[in-house]
């Protein structure tokens, strides 16, 4: 058997490391022969960039050289069997250890790979001998699942690795569990040297004050689902597929099973072909549905967050953000669905329902990983919040509308600099309201023959209302939910109102003459 194992590890594998990858490499061995044999290393890079490559060649090489055995961790099985496959590829026989698993022949293995609640039950009942692992490796090592496993391991060189050395959890830092942090290439070196695909961002301003943040430090999933279930939220993704990626295969992540369903059937109903991908599928229908996504070429895939790790499709076009997040990680993990290259595909589609890139910056930003891994409080606590990041936006009327006030040069007005120049004056916040209904109203009767014409355009103005009134709210400090509703709508019908009451008027003055009777 050990003869076996030998021949294995000395196999050529037709599996190539780029000179990166080698680098990586010679930076992982140098820290070992020169590190304690208990030092904690961290190694970055970016989703696609081949981890899994990376730490197959260093079991392999770790092997050959040393007496002592590996053992791999990963937090899903998914990433369990694709871990012990490549491994196969590199000529590393290797044990999977998870819950049927006889482990009578495990001295005859050098290398095993575990997932971390399976691994945790065995060694606590004492089934696994780990007495010789020499070297713990530890992939998606932000997951703080692991920790919990670090005590058995008091002698061993444990390296994890990442595309984001950044907790998820704000109160155990990875700084706590590692020395020290080797961040590997960059997205936009990858880019540049044709390992990963360019993303072609589209970004659209959201309303998400709604939402709530739960204990886990990221928004709920009620308050995410009561916000994108909403059938102007759906109809906004309708309309950002259709704009910008119809035809072309799509992955769509929401925060959530309920906003998941509602957008399958939203997209189901404008003939689209689509599926529904959950954690409550079984193996058989989550492999039929993903064989169905890999072979339609205009396939459109919504999911919850289960396809953020172990997924990879090629093919894949466009990556859809139909959820907030305040996880980097998660940001990061959504984007890089898309990024990997094929024949020719050298970019691919995002777009983004979630205000996450006013949050992160782009994807692909020049990060300095290691001063988030030596500091990550001062990077998390400097992260824009929503009213903050809400603050910045002009909102103004969407393309499709304005082209019924195609007669207008601006339909844009400024709430919160009304209302600081109303305060200004002393006049009252009313002031504010009545002047925007003036100003919807007089490019309502520009662009129209009529009254009725007017009345008509009006009611194209809803979310353009909705957006003032909400600018509004928060300059009044009154923002709560039914008084926001009563004022939309009160504010309607003042402005047809308004209408009928000044068409004539307002119609001369823009013209010069009176409208025909």
């Not at 076996?4 to 000395?10: G, S």
């Not at 928004?219 to 259709?242: F, H, I, P, R």
Request: charged residues 25%; contains cysteine; aromatic residues 12%.
């Amino acid at each position: 058997m050990q003869e076996t194992l030998i021949e294995l590890q000395d196999k050529k594998t037709d599996k190539e490391l780029y000179s990166y990858q080698q680098g990586a490499i010679q930076q992982i061995f140098e820290k070992f022969d020169n590190e304690r044999e208990d030092y904690h290393l961290l190694y970055q890079l970016p989703t696609g960039g081949g981890k899994t490559v990376i730490f197959s060649e260093i079991v392999r090489q770790y092997l050959k050289n040393h007496s002592k055995k590996v053992l791999v961790m990963t937090h899903r099985v998914e990433l369990c069997n694709q871990t012990s496959n490549m491994l196969t590829d590199f000529g590393v026989m290797n044990k999977v250890v998870n819950s049927k698993a006889n482990l009578d022949d495990q001295e005859e293995y050098s290398c095993f790979v575990a997932m971390v609640e399976t691994l945790n039950n065995r060694l606590n009942d004492d089934k696994l001998d780990i007495s010789d692992v020499g070297l713990v490796i530890i992939d998606e090592a932000h997951y703080n699942s692991f920790t919990k496993l670090f005590k058995f391991f008091e002698n061993s060189f444990i390296l994890g690795v990442t595309a984001t050395p950044l907790s998820s959890n704000k109160d155990l830092p990875m700084n706590g569990n590692y020395d020290e942090l080797i961040a590997g290439e960059s997205i936009e070196n990858l880019i540049e040297n044709d390992f990963l695909a360019r993303a072609e961002t589209f970004q659209y301003d959201m309303g998400l004050t709604s939402l709530e943040v739960g204990s886990n430090g990221d928004y709920t999933v009620k308050s995410s689902s009561d916000l994108y279930t909403s059938a102007s939220m759906l109809n906004k993704l309708l309309e950002a597929y259709t704009k910008h990626s119809k035809g072309k295969k799509t992955l769509i992540f929401n925060n959530g099973i309920e906003t998941s369903v509602q957008v399958y059937y939203t997209f189901k109903n404008a003939g689209l072909p689509i599926m529904h991908l959950d954690n409550t599928a079984t193996k058989k229908q989550r492999k039929q549905i993903l064989k169905w996504f890999k072979e339609t070429p205009d396939a459109i895939l919504t999911s919850v967050s289960i396809l953020t790790t172990g997924f990879d499709e090629p093919t894949i076009d466009t990556i859809i953000l139909n959820r907030a997040t305040k996880s980097l990680t998660l940001y990061y993990q959504m984007i890089g669905r898309g990024s990997r290259v094929l024949n020719n595909k050298s970019k691919f589609t995002v777009i983004d329902l979630g205000n996450n890139m006013y949050r992160f910056g782009p994807w692909g930003a020049d990060l300095d990983w290691n001063a988030i891994f030596k500091s990550p409080n001062f990077y998390t606590d400097r992260i824009k919040d929503d009213e903050e990041i809400e603050g910045t936006f002009k909102h103004d009327l969407s393309e499709e509308i304005k082209e019924e006030f195609a007669k207008s040069e601006n339909t844009y007005f400024d709430i919160k600099a009304t209302y600081k120049e109303a305060t200004f004056s002393g006049e009252s916040s009313k002031v504010v309201l009545e002047k925007s209904i003036a100003q919807h109203a007089y490019i309502c009767i520009e662009n129209s023959e009529d009254v009725y014409d007017a009345i008509a355009l009006a009611k194209l103005l809803k979310e353009d209302i909705d957006n003032r009134i909400q600018v509004y709210g928060k300059c009044i400090s009154k923002s709560t939910y039914n008084f926001i509703s009563w004022l939309k709508l009160d504010y309607q019908k003042k402005l047809n109102a308004y209408l009928r009451e000044n068409f004539d008027r307002v119609f001369e003055d823009i013209h010069g003459f009176p409208p025909e009777d």
